[in-house]
């Protein structure tokens, strides 16, 4: 691994088992295939893709709330899966996508936060109190409102307390699974600013999953498109928003809708047909939606090339 990694991915995998029914066989699906990247030390890794792709079961393997079927996570070189669930939440923390659905609304606001400290032991009382003193202050959140209950909290107010007890371990790596989708548009431009505002005086290193591709834009260094659990293209932030290689990272990109009146939802030309992590076609997986594919993408999986713009796994590249 590079020195200048602060997490390494490589070859993660992740079945699950699906009964369809009493007498029928259960099948297995894929939600994570053989997925690797690394991430520089203060660096954004942005993942996006369609409801479905594996961005949210890739996010669990990393956070260790899924053990993977293969594969394995590295944060500064040390194997998450051989550590305990204390050193783990030391150097990696969660933003889930729903403050409210994380936070216990009969606890008060210090003392959520308050609880990955306590959950460490051996840290005393007034060291508790100054962290956490500390950790609201960070992002903006007064001592007052410390002591009110997640009710009393606005939605943005609310992932600022989540974004407070994921710091207050002071860990290397942030997952931020869709932190902003609950909030309407300026409060996300609040909480976007204000990740990365703490990422350059924390030196932190986020993996941060949305289906928003504006938001990614916005806040990620690399971006990381993924297709039936699988890493389809991945590349430097602008360039891959500017000069897709991938048919579906242009097929996710023409779908953003435009604020300009008449011109209505765009076609990008992918049919009706969604994609089934349970049947995944042979071939290059993205074939049946392709509006480019020619018949060796039906019958040859392609291998995923990678040189100076990043990497994109597409026989037609």
Do not use: W
């Amino acid at each position: 691994m590079s020195e200048a990694a602060a997490i390494e991915v490589r070859g993660l995998r992740r079945e699950f088992r699906v009964r369809q029914g009493m007498f029928a066989a259960p099948r297995h699906v894929v939600a994570v295939d053989d997925v690797s990247f690394s991430v520089p030390a203060g660096s954004v890794l942005g993942v996006v893709g369609e409801s479905g792709c594996g961005k949210s079961t890739l996010a669990r393997l990393i956070l260790g709330l899924l053990e993977p079927t293969a594969g394995e996570v590295l944060v500064d070189g040390r194997r998450l899966g051989g550590m305990d669930r204390r050193a783990r939440a030391r150097l990696i923390q969660p933003v889930f996508q729903d403050p409210f659905a994380s936070l216990n609304p009969k606890r008060r606001i210090r003392d959520i936060v308050a609880m990955p400290l306590i959950a460490q032991g051996a840290i005393g009382r007034e060291e508790i109190g100054r962290r956490v003193a500390e950790a609201l202050d960070r992002v903006g959140l007064s001592q007052d409102q410390g002591a009110r209950f997640p009710a009393q909290l606005s939605g943005g107010q609310r992932q600022r307390v989540a974004i407070a007890r994921a710091l207050v371990l002071r860990p290397r790596i942030v997952v931020c699974d869709e932190p902003t989708s609950a909030l309407d548009v300026s409060v996300q431009a609040q909480i976007l600013n204000l990740l990365a505002e703490l990422r350059r005086e924390l030196g932190l290193t986020y993996l941060f999953i949305s289906h928003n591709l504006a938001v990614v834009e916005h806040i990620a260094s690399e971006v990381a498109v993924m297709y039936l659990g699988r890493i389809v293209e991945r590349g430097e932030s602008a360039r891959l928003f500017a000069a897709p290689r991938h048919p579906y990272t242009r097929a996710l990109l023409a779908s953003v809708l435009t604020p300009e009146p008449g011109l209505g939802v765009p076609d990008v030309g992918l049919g009706d047909t969604m994609p089934d992590p349970a049947n995944i076609p042979p071939g290059c997986r993205f074939h049946p939606r392709c509006p480019v594919a020619v018949p060796r993408c039906a019958a040859e999986t392609p291998r995923p090339a990678t040189d100076e713009a990043g990497l994109v796994e597409c026989h037609l590249a």
